[in-house]
């Protein structure tokens, strides 16, 4: 199972609002809608950001939010933060009864 | 608290064993899906393994024939048993609790405990 494909870096200004893509087949991404968000700062575990495309759980901003159009999922990120500079992780769910993870996506805050 | 805690990790030769352990508390264990993943040093997330609440294994073909996963709800702990392990299984191993489902997302997760593979 080939990883999801994920940009290896985004940036934005404090305030701005960005996009991470995050691109399957049909077999994953555009197969389920069990699409989830992982945000990871440096020496830390991941923690979960969405779940089931656009759901977040208790705690999670809703400056986060999550979307889906065919065998790309997206995670929006609005009013930007210096606090949310991390890397930022997509999985999905497999037609083989996996899990598959994105490569990862290094979001900057200029 | 909700916590997880790793074990076991440690530095093994090619082709030998090791057995992670994952201490879970602060919420009611045998109903939910746990999971094992990992992160080689400066690479992504690799998902290893799942366990579901009634312990049906799903395995990453990577891992397949020489990981097993298992779970003991009497003591509220997760286990990954790692055979004929090669150098590309050095990583740190998290232990995950499933947010719903099995493979639908991870909400709880451990700090890790670091594998390597080396002579």
Redesign the interface.
């Given at each position: 199972?080939s990883?999801l494909t994920q940009p290896a870096s985004v940036s934005g200004s404090p305030g701005q609002s960005i996009t991470i893509s995050c691109t399957g087949t049909s077999s994953d991404v555009g197969g389920y809608n069990?699409v989830?968000w992982?945000q990871?700062h440096p020496g830390k575990?991941?923690?979960?950001m969405?779940?089931?495309v656009s759901n977040r759980?208790s705690g999670v901003s809703n400056r986060f939010s999550g979307s889906k159009s065919g065998n790309t999922a997206s995670l929006t990120i609005s009013g930007l933060q210096a606090e949310d500079e991390a890397d930022y992780?997509c999985?999905s769910?497999t037609s083989k009864?996996?899990?598959?993870?994105?490569?990862?996506t290094t979001l900057t805050v200029l | 608290e909700v916590q997880l805690l790793e074990s076991g990790g440690g530095l093994v030769q090619p082709g030998g064993s090791l057995r992670l352990s994952c201490a879970a508390s602060g919420f009611t264990f045998s109903s939910y899906a746990m999971?094992w993943?990992r992160q080689a040093p400066g690479k992504?997330?690799?998902?290893v393994s799942?366990i579901s609440g009634s312990g049906g294994a799903?395995?990453?073909?990577s891992v397949k024939g020489r990981f097993t996963i298992s779970r003991d709800s009497s003591k509220n702990t997760l286990y990954l048993e790692m055979n004929s392990l090669r150098a590309e299984d050095t990583a740190l191993y998290?232990c995950?609790k499933s947010?719903?489902?099995t493979?639908?997302?991870?909400?709880v997760?451990?700090?890790?405990t670091s594998v390597t593979v080396s002579s």
């Amino acid at each position: 199972q080939s990883a999801l494909t994920q940009p290896a870096s985004v940036s934005g200004s404090p305030g701005q609002s960005i996009t991470i893509s995050c691109t399957g087949t049909s077999s994953d991404v555009g197969g389920y809608n069990y699409v989830s968000w992982y945000q990871q700062h440096p020496g830390k575990a991941p923690k979960l950001m969405i779940y089931d495309v656009s759901n977040r759980p208790s705690g999670v901003s809703n400056r986060f939010s999550g979307s889906k159009s065919g065998n790309t999922a997206s995670l929006t990120i609005s009013g930007l933060q210096a606090e949310d500079e991390a890397d930022y992780y997509c999985s999905s769910y497999t037609s083989k009864n996996t899990l598959v993870f994105g490569g990862g996506t290094t979001l900057t805050v200029l | 608290e909700v916590q997880l805690l790793e074990s076991g990790g440690g530095l093994v030769q090619p082709g030998g064993s090791l057995r992670l352990s994952c201490a879970a508390s602060g919420f009611t264990f045998s109903s939910y899906a746990m999971s094992w993943v990992r992160q080689a040093p400066g690479k992504g997330l690799e998902w290893v393994s799942s366990i579901s609440g009634s312990g049906g294994a799903l395995y990453a073909a990577s891992v397949k024939g020489r990981f097993t996963i298992s779970r003991d709800s009497s003591k509220n702990t997760l286990y990954l048993e790692m055979n004929s392990l090669r150098a590309e299984d050095t990583a740190l191993y998290y232990c995950a609790k499933s947010v719903v489902g099995t493979l639908r997302g991870m909400d709880v997760w451990g700090q890790g405990t670091s594998v390597t593979v080396s002579s």
